[in-house]
């Protein structure tokens, strides 16, 4: 067999191999918020430094990961991926041996260098392996269901792991899984680079490290300093003054890390929104969904990881589906209706919000929003993917990816102000007959409320202490449904934007030549 037959008949192989690389990284990272109180407890890590380990990641790997895309068409895809699973597995066995807050802040920033190569890498690579339409779509669905059902999988097995061990655990588990993918992608995932067409662009390379992370610092600090403030207006300014500067500069050079011209294309630009903003409600909704289950109805992590399984689960169940149904109904009925099917998932949830709500109506809840994600994310995915020549693979699954972190980090700031602001407003009147210092205490947070009641049962007011404890899940799930509503909100425009601005069938074809170079056949491919 040549090295292109060889390649062929393992391409679902090496398929299996990517999914099992995109699954560490998105469950390592969802991992960590069912760990975030272990921690607190163990290394006395307060609120902003907790903020700091989850958001340096995001901050690191979508500020990278234009330039992790570039350099994989320049220098190999399967190097770029297989060094990113290195760095990942290193970084995340430095954090379990962490006995300091900033330990685990500057190892979670070198996993998120890690993960902006591996994530580009593992699309980028099934780009070029599947080189027919239909098998591409189809494996892109199944890629798709895996980095659904990847979040679902780093909960449940971070709350079973944290049952008899420390958070360090939930770090430590990365190693092995990460050396099984390197090992297996040594055999399995093929190379392959375009160093003619994809030229290296320093210039664009330091502007889009810059804007991006210049706009995700603001976007993850809004909430603190508040979204009109100097030093807020400060960050969004410098933001757009650089990601100006960089559509400029790609514009006017010869040899663009990504010309932004692609975005003329409606199929790229489509493709692009609608990830953006299905992952701004969705990473809403994933912010408040532990603390929901947790606080305001007691369950415990594991409880909580379980409950929020079907959300995976589903996702892997209509991905592939969406393959099936877009070549029979076209990719704007298929990623319209699913955005609806996701969207009553959050309707459903905004609606039985209450402390007393059956685990029933949460799950179906959670089962539509799954579902609907699964049949929206591949064939958006696709549009972006069948939008950008193959020798610009690694950039458009860049592209995939930072529309996903951006509107991820801005779903998280917005819907978590909105969670914090109807929560407050909310326990205060309810609590109105209580001295003022209980009420600012109940304000703050619903883990400050039941220690404010904690307080009161220690006075001897036993009734009252419940009745302050009762408020504040009532608050706190009121706070939740109004968040989801907002939500819901935002995913019914985003299917509204699909069913009138997206093409019926198929996505447009790849710009003209003057506008995007085409892959000239300098592709090679080896095992």
């Known amino acids: 067999m040549t090295s292109e037959e060889r390649i062929h008949a393992r391409r679902w192989y090496t398929l299996a191999v990517l999914c099992l690389s995109l699954v560490l990284i998105v469950a390592g990272n969802s991992s960590l918020n069912v760990a975030l109180p272990d921690i607190s407890e163990r290394l006395g890590s307060g609120p902003a430094a907790l903020q700091w380990i989850v958001n340096i990641y995001g901050l690191l790997f979508a500020g990278l990961l234009l330039p992790a895309g570039a350099l994989a068409d320049r220098f190999g895809r399967k190097t770029a991926l297989q060094g990113g699973l290195l760095v990942f597995a290193l970084a995340a066995l430095a954090a379990s041996y962490g006995t300091e807050t ?189 603390q929901y289950l947790q606080l305001g109805h007691g369950y415990s992590p594991l409880e909580t990881a379980f409950i929020g399984l079907p959300i995976g689960v589903f996702a892997l169940i209509g991905a592939p589906l969406s393959a099936m149904n877009v070549s029979r109904f076209g990719s704007r009925a298929v990623v319209g209706s699913g955005l609806i099917v996701s969207g009553s998932g959050l309707v459903i949830l905004a609606l039985t919000a209450s402390p007393t709500v059956s685990v029933g109506l949460i799950i179906l809840g959670f089962s539509l929003v799954g579902l609907g994600n699964g049949q929206t994310t591949a064939p958006s995915t696709t549009l972006i993917m069948n939008s950008v020549p193959r020798a610009k693979s690694g950039v458009g699954s860049a592209v995939n990816d930072l529309s996903r972190e951006l509107g991820g980090a801005i779903g998280i700031a917005i819907f978590g102000s909105i969670l914090n602001y109807v929560y407050q407003v909310d326990i205060v009147s309810r609590l109105s007959a209580f001295p003022e210092s209980v009420r600012d205490r ?73 506008q995007v170079p085409p892959s000239t056949g300098a592709t090679h491919a080896s095992d």
């Open 102 to 290: 900033w330990h685990l802040i500057v190892a979670r920033g070198v996993m998120g260098v890690g993960a902006a190569f591996i994530m580009p890498g593992t699309l980028s690579v099934l780009a070029n392996v599947f080189k027919s339409p239909r098998e591409r779509s189809r494996a892109i669905a199944i890629w798709a269901g895996f980095a659904g059902l990847g979040g679902a999988l780093g909960t449940v097995l971070s709350g079973m792991l944290l049952v008899n061990s420390s958070w360090a655990a939930t770090f430590r588990i990365n190693a092995p899984i990460a050396a099984l993918a390197l090992i297996a992608g040594l055999w399995l995932v093929p190379n392959s680079s375009d160093p003619h067409e994809a030229v290296l662009d320093p210039l664009g390379v330091i502007l889009a490290i810059g804007g991006t992370g210049a706009l995700l610092f603001a976007i993850i600090e809004a909430p603190t300093y508040g979204w009109f403030s100097p030093r807020t207006l400060g960050e969004l300014a410098a933001a757009v003054v650089l990601l100006g500067g960089f559509a400029w500069w790609e514009l006017h050079t010869d040899h663009p890390m990504l010309d932004v011209r692609l975005f003329r294309n409606r199929g790229f630009s489509i493709g692009s929104s609608t990830i953006a903003l299905q992952y701004m409600a969705m990473f809403g909704l994933y912010f408040a969904l532990a």
């Open 442 to 514: 109940a304000r703050t947070s619903i883990v400050t409320a039941f220690e404010a009641a904690g307080e009161v049962a220690k006075s001897g007011d036993v009734k009252g202490s419940a009745f302050i404890a009762d408020q504040a899940r009532e608050a706190f799930s009121h706070a939740f449904g109004r968040t989801m509503l907002y939500a819901a909100a935002v995913i019914f425009l985003n299917s509204l934007i699909v069913w009138t601005r997206q093409s019926r069938h198929r996505p447009e074809p790849t710009p003209p030549s003057h």
